[in-house]
């Protein structure tokens, strides 16, 4: 069974840099693509970005100036990092396995971790 | 940049068929995918590829896509169908956008 645990601070204060680890089981990771995914108290979804083993990235425009993923194949992780932080930036992240097509058509998450609260806040 | 449309909000009575749609101009060309979000929990994968549906996902959810628009449908929705659906969709470069998410409510 594929598992996903989302780990890290769950108080950042504003200005600097969130800092958050994803551990995989029972996948490996060097096979799929992997995503980070936010969600503000009380609203929606927001897509952040997604890495593959080798490092290929993409992100959201809106955040590409500030975020950076990473993977640790010798630990089956995969980090992500968010600097500057404000408010704004206070949500529950998720983490999530992608399951692509290779035609480009469209991805989605199979697998998510149960989310991690991250507050910014001094 | 691209974006997805949804309804706020849809209720039905239990028994009747609940309709969320979806508009975005790219779905011509790209799959939607729809998951349901039940208060404190991940999001669960309920449609992939327009209209195909995972393993343990009741038959009573489909989904449908037109043009630019995608349809998620729970025909007979149930009490505990109660969530809230968000569609999921990408851009000509790869880059993953959620709708603004609906409120199914069921009563």
């Known amino acids: 069974q594929v598992q996903l645990q989302e780990s890290g601070p769950g108080l950042v204060k504003p200005s600097e840099t969130l800092s958050l680890t994803c551990s995989v089981s029972g996948a490996f990771i060097s096979t799929y693509y992997w995503s980070w995914i936010r969600q503000p108290p009380g609203k929606g979804l927001e897509w952040i970005g997604y890495i593959y083993y080798n490092g290929s990235t993409n992100y959201n425009p809106s955040l590409k100036s500030r975020v950076t993923f990473s993977v640790d194949t010798s630990k089956n992780q995969f980090s992500l990092k968010l600097s500057s932080v404000t408010a704004a930036d206070t949500a529950v992240y998720f983490c999530a396995r992608i399951i692509p097509r290779y035609d480009s058509s469209g991805y989605y998450f199979d697998y998510w971790g149960q989310g991690t609260l991250v507050t910014v806040s001094s | 940049s691209y974006e997805l449309t949804q309804p706020p909000s849809v209720s039905v009575s239990p028994g009747q068929t609940a309709r969320i749609t979806c508009s975005g101009d790219?779905?011509?060309?790209?799959?939607a995918y729809w998951y349901q979000q039940k208060s404190g929990q991940a999001p669960v994968l309920v449609i992939y590829e327009d209209r195909k549906r995972p393993s343990g996902i009741p038959e009573r959810f489909s989904g449908s896509s037109s043009g630019t628009m995608a349809t998620l449908t729970i025909s007979g929705a149930q009490v505990e169908d109660e969530a809230d659906f968000y569609c999921?969709?990408?851009?000509?470069?790869?880059?993953?956008?959620f709708g603004g998410g609906t409120k199914l409510t069921v009563l």
């Open positions: 790219s779905l011509p060309k790209k799959y």
């Open positions: 999921f969709s990408t851009d000509s470069n790869n880059k993953g956008v």
